[in-house]
């Protein structure tokens, strides 16, 4: 199995959660991890231009064979599902413009794949993740980040299940 670098994103208007794992043999090593903090009061056209931008940025600098991130889901605010979905869809621009292999999956799906319950909570999937990876402190306090590790994980245990 040759080296396969994957982009995780969890996609959001104020915080973006982007991690780049790197599949070798049977391990999987986190290279990069990394929040896109948009401050509310910015002005939402430029938020997409700031993601975009970024996202090109770290597309570029390294090369991820595959773009996973997750899917969304309707929640309670029509208003923000709409403005994730523009965020998701800006992002999935930055990565065709880039020739790159997209999955989505949804949330249930990626804490199905790992705990076996897809019905568990955000800070049982980060405690899963400090242990596989042997976190010694917390990142960040938003789960953005653990996320977008999250739905990395998820891709490589469907993806890669025979061969890791």
Same mark, same amino acid.
């Given at each position: ?51 975009? +931008?970024?996202?090109? &940025?770290? #597309?570029? /600098? !390294?090369? *991820? $064979? ?5 899917? %969304?889901?309707? =929640? @309670? ?18 990565? +065709?413009?880039?020739? &790159?292999? #997209?999955? /989505? !999956?949804? *949330? $249930? ?5 790992? %705990?076996?319950? =897809? @019905? ?24 953005? #980040? ?15 299940? @025979?061969?890791?």
């Amino acid at each position: 199995m040759k080296i396969t670098i994957i982009m995780g994103i969890d996609p959001g208007i104020n915080i973006i959660g982007i991690s780049i794992l790197k599949i070798f043999k049977y391990n999987i090593k986190i290279i990069k991890l990394k929040e896109i903090l948009l401050k509310k009061k910015n002005i939402y056209i430029n938020k997409i231009k700031i993601i975009y +931008l970024y996202i090109n &940025k770290i #597309i570029n /600098k !390294y090369n *991820p $064979k595959y773009l996973v991130m997750e899917n %969304t889901y309707l =929640g @309670n605010n029509v208003l923000s599902l709409k403005r994730l979905i523009e965020c998701q869809t800006i992002i999935l621009l930055s990565a +065709l413009n880039n020739n &790159k292999k #997209i999955y /989505k !999956y949804y *949330p $249930k799906t990626i804490k199905f794949i790992l %705990t076996g319950n =897809g @019905n568990i909570n955000k800070k049982y999937i980060y405690n899963i993740i400090k242990k596989k990876f042997n976190f010694k402190k917390k990142y960040t306090n938003n789960y953005d #980040i653990y996320d977008s590790i999250a739905v990395s994980l998820c891709h490589i245990y469907i993806q890669f299940k @025979n061969k890791l």
